[in-house]
Every structure is written in C-alpha cells, then in structure tokens.
C-alpha cells in the first residue's frame, strides 16, 4: 500500500485547506484511513480518522468543530477539510491507513502504512 498526501500550503488565519489522500496497491477490503499531525519539535499527535465504510468518524478535541475527514471510496482518497485554521495548526499533516480497528484510530501505533507528509502553515 502507498500513501500519497497532497494540498498543503501557507495559509492566513481563518483561511480554509483540503488535504488529499490517493492510496494506491490496496487488495482486499478499505482500511481505516487516518490523519496524523506533527509540529516542529513536538510528537506525532492524532487528527481524525475514518471507518472502513466512511459512516463513523472521530477528532481530537482541539479540532472538532473546524475539520472534516470524508472519504471518495471510488477514487481511493480521503479527504481532511480544514477551515477556520489557526497558528497552532502549523504542522506536517501525514495520512495512514490502518488494517485493523475504528476503535484503534487515535493510536499512531496501530496505522501499517504513511503517506509521506504535506506541510500545513498557518500565519497569524
């Protein structure tokens, strides 16, 4: 499986970004696709995740309300909508893809594959 993170970029403060996630070499049936976070000097951190059907979503807290993971089963991608972005939301953004559990999406652990990262940069 190959993870290909793409819509990155500098934005303002209250500006709005889709990242895109394209998985390809995938057999058998969808992953648990999640996004992942990580700033400068500080530890890879959960975003949102994504069941295998799309029906079930989750957020960190320090994003809900202002993201939105969706996924184009199809077209083999997931997407991260962000808006009313902040500072704080500076960071490399990764995708993963996790063959096991929903309940399990928050835990960077339990992902089996990683995109290669978009850079996400907020000013103020």
């Known amino acids: 499986v190959q993870l290909q993170a793409s819509g990155g970029g500098l934005v303002q403060a209250g500006d709005s970004l889709r990242l895109s996630c394209v998985e390809s070499?995938?057999?058998?049936?969808?992953?648990?696709m999640g996004w992942f976070r990580q700033a400068p000097g500080k530890e890879r951190e959960f975003v949102a995740v994504?069941?295998?059907?799309?029906?079930?979503?989750d957020y960190a807290d320090s994003v809900r309300g202002r993201f939105t993971i969706s996924r184009d089963k199809p077209k083999n991608t997931v997407y991260l909508q962000m808006n009313s972005l902040k500072p704080e939301d500076t960071a490399v953004y990764y995708c993963?893809?996790?063959?096991?559990?929903?309940?399990?999406?928050?835990?960077?652990?339990?992902?089996?594959?990683w995109g290669q990262g978009t850079l996400v940069t907020v000013s103020s």
């Open positions: 993963g893809a996790n063959q096991g559990f929903f309940d399990d999406g928050n835990d960077f652990s339990a992902y089996d594959y």
């Open positions: 070499g995938r057999t058998g049936s969808p992953n648990v």
């Open positions: 994504i069941s295998r059907s799309g029906g079930r979503t």
